[in-house]
């Protein structure tokens, strides 16, 4: 995953407004450098920085932070362990997952989302490595800055969602009126008049919960339609959410691959690190794979996957923004909107962040801006002939 290297400008803030971080990992080397990224900025502070995952259950009423950036592998009480423990004491805590790229962290930091971490994050093979540690700064305090900001404004709400694996889902701030009322009125557009033939759908943060809520519900749709999706998230990742997908679909699902074609009832999902777009080949649309520089900041990036297909499906094009950070997806959804197709957006209740959707929303190119459970009803019907 690549997101921009330049500074985000910040409101000054007082202490009482600042959010309190406790960072937990078992690398003196990589506690003192990320509290001093945390104290650098302007709106955040360290509250504490501990070994183990058993110092921070033990302490945490007395430490009481907003966001806990929380290793996987430590001595005593690892992460895994530790998350239950944490959120058992202090419900509406952030936790931020940190943990090398390797397939088990990988999974372990999937599992860690459906037990109720907010995010991760995959940290550097070697601080040593400035470009590496330099995108991970940068993540990592973005990561804490809207979380954080958002638990300072509003308890967590739980409901149950399909899970990443065993455990209950506490990700998605769905409150149980939210889930049965309209959502508030906002500028609309209509429904494309053609048909559509493919679902697109861009997600960030939040957004493999999100993704195994709908893929769930929209059996009928993958039975009859392609798939493709590109969620931020860096490679091996991206391999073990396809694996999720599938199980959760009951549908195939996989990493999309360079010049392979394009099939109903098959999820195509963008590999971590590359951008997928869509092609022309003959009379069949097939996977592009791109290796080029970020796009929003993002790799895989939305814009390009939602972009490319106005060449080959033009306007019968249905597209979903998920829950995320940043605004990707929007530009390619005034160009899926001005080519005849659609756009649904995920409302800010259910959104852990909303900042994709809501740019969406902001620019006007919604058909419909709806709770995260009402989107996989109004796709089956407007994939059945409904674009009311």
Known sequence: MSVALTSTAVPTSTRSDKVRVMVVDDSVVIRGMISRWIGAEPDMEVVASLRTGLDAVNQLERINPDVAVLDIEMPDLDGISALPQLLAKKRDLVVIMASTLTRRNAEISLKALSLGASDYIPKPESTREATAAETFRHDLIQKI?????????????TTASPPLAPGHDRSRPLTPAAAHTAPAQATRRSFGLLPPKVLLIGSSTGGPQ????????????????????????PPTFTTILAEHLARTSKRPAHEGIDGESIKPGQ???????????????????TIALDDGPPVNFCKPAVDPMF??????????????????????????????????????????????????????????????????????????????????
């Open 145 to 157: 800055r809207h979380l954080g900001a958002r638990a300072r404004r509003s308890p967590v709400h």
């Open 210 to 233: 999100a993704l195994m809520t709908l893929v769930a519900e929209i059996g009928p749709v993958i039975d009859r339609f392609p798939v493709l999706i590109t969620q931020h998230m």
């Open 267 to 285: 999820i195509y999902l963008a590999p971590g690190g590359r951008h997928m777009r869509v092609v022309r080949h003959g009379v069949d649309a």
């Open 307 to 388: 972009t490319s297909a106005i060449d080959v499906w033009q306007g019968s094009i249905m597209s979903v923004i998920l829950t995320g950070m940043g605004s990707d997806g929007m530009r390619g959804g005034k160009d899926i909107v001005a080519a005849g197709g659609s756009v649904i957006a995920q409302d800010e209740t259910t959104s852990v962040v909303w900042g994709m959707p809501g740019a969406a929303v902001n620019a006007g190119i919604c058909a419909a801006v709806l709770p995260l459970n009402q989107i996989a009803p109004k796709l089956v019907r407007v994939f059945a002939g409904d674009r009311s």
